[in-house]
Each structure stands twice: as C-alpha cells, then as structure tokens.
T-cell receptor, first 112, second 117 residues
Framework: QQPVQSPQAVILREGEDAVINCSSS?????VHWYRQKHGEAPVFLMI?????EQKGHDKISASFNEKKQQSSLYLTASQLSYSGTYFC?????????????FGTGTRLKVLA | DAGITQSPRYKITETGRQVTLMCHQT?????MFWYRQDLGHGLRLIYY???????DKGEVPDGYVVSRSKTENFPLTLESATRSQTSVYFC????????????????FGPGTRLTVL
C-alpha cells in the first residue's frame, strides 16, 4: 500500500513555510523524499533512517517518527525554486529483495 | 551517454498492440525499477529487479512483462496495450540497499509518455 501524503496540494507565497506529511500503514524502515519539477524526473532530496531522526537540506528539513509511522517535510522561507511535486518513499523487503514504494505526492506551488 | 536513459520519450499506440519501453543505465546498479505516474496516484511500482535474471512484481504489474538478461537493461513490455495504460513511465536504478544499509538514492530516467488510443 502506498503511503498517504497530505496535503494533496498547497500554494504559498515566497518566504512562507510549509509542511508536508507522509503516513504509512506499514512499519517504516526508512523514509526517502524526492522532488519532481514539472515535466522532469524525480530528484532525490534526503533519506531518514532512524526513528526521530531529522535531516536538513538547505532550508528543507525532515523528521521521521518511527513509532507513528510518519514523516514530515519542512520547507522554510520558501523560494520559487521549491515549486514541484514532493514524494515520500519507503523501502519494503520481500523475500530478501527490496522495493521502493512512493506516496501519493504533494503538489507545491510558490508564487512571487 | 552516462546515466540512465529511456526510449522512446514519446509513444502513441493503439489498443491491443504490443509496446516495449527501453531503459538503460551505465552505472552497473544492481537494482532497477519501473514506475507509472498518473495524476492522483503518484508513482506506482510496476516491476523491479534486484539483479540480472531476478525480477519481481510491484504494486500494479498486471498487463506488463519485464526481463533483465543484462545488468544495464530493463525493458518493460505491454503485451496488449489498453487505454488505462496511458501514463508516464519512469525507470529508475540504485545500488543495492543491502550494500549501503539503506543509504542509497534512486536515479530516475527522463520518462516515457505513452498514449494508448
């Protein structure tokens, strides 16, 4: 099952903050975040491996609550370049192989 | 070209025809993946491969066939295309999560936009 992301879409003005949530019904070993600009391929942002871990990438950071099976992506002082669709992804193991399952996506639009 | 490439980039076909989408990577990544992207569904995993000759189903495998005889290639075939398979298809690769303890990212190809009439 795909992780569920919320909100589905958000519109911001430059300089405003946003939070994107990712929730899974299955236990999470790790959480990956990707950003996809319109018409392009998804690009990796960061991975969180441990419960409660927080990582940062420029003014974009994320947290991972293993017990709640949730992760949140924080975009601070948003810039026009932040516009795009954000995906969380999780790793699931099946019979010794690993597969990546992505969330439903959150469309972010930053206006000048 | 270095990296991960997909061909064709755009394809229009008719219902019932067989279509093969190609994916090629030059990094010798052991893992390769096929996703389809549709509005409202995000990226859904179709098939994946842990190594040459090892493939497994993802979330939405029905109507698709894959093979992986060489590490660098992972073609996706739609045996009899249907309109519901109209989508953007992304191929991705990564090193084995086993090697890196999960510290690895996926690298995506540019995508193939497929329209089934």
């Amino acid at each position: 099952q795909q992780p569920v992301q919320s909100p589905q879409a958000v519109i911001l003005r430059e300089g405003e903050d946003a939070v994107i949530n990712c929730s899974s019904s299955k236990a999470l070993y790790s959480v990956h975040w990707y950003r996809q600009k319109h018409g392009e391929a998804p690009v990796f942002l960061m991975i969180l491996l441990k419960g409660g871990e927080q990582k940062g990438h420029d003014k974009i950071s994320a947290s991972f609550n293993e017990k709640k099976q949730q992760s949140s992506l924080y975009l601070t002082a948003s810039q026009l370049s932040y516009s795009g669709t954000y995906f969380c992804g999780t790793v699931q193991t099946t019979s010794g192989t690993y597969k990546y399952i992505f969330g439903t996506g959150t469309r972010l639009k930053v206006l000048a | 070209d270095a990296g991960i490439t997909q061909s064709p980039r755009y394809k229009i076909t008719e219902t019932g025809r067989q279509v093969t989408l190609m994916c090629h990577q030059t990094w010798s990544h052991s893992y390769m993946f096929w996703y389809r992207q549709d509005l409202g569904h995000g990226l859904r995993l179709i098939y994946y491969s842990a190594a040459a000759d090892i493939t497994d189903k993802g979330e939405v495998p029905d109507g698709y066939v894959v093979s992986r005889s060489k590490t660098e290639n992972f073609p996706l075939t739609l045996e009899s295309a249907t309109r519901s398979q109209t989508s953007v298809y992304f191929c991705a690769s990564s090193v084995s999560p086993i090697r890196t303890g999960g510290h690895n990212e996926q690298f995506f190809g540019p995508g193939t936009r497929l329209t089934v009439l």
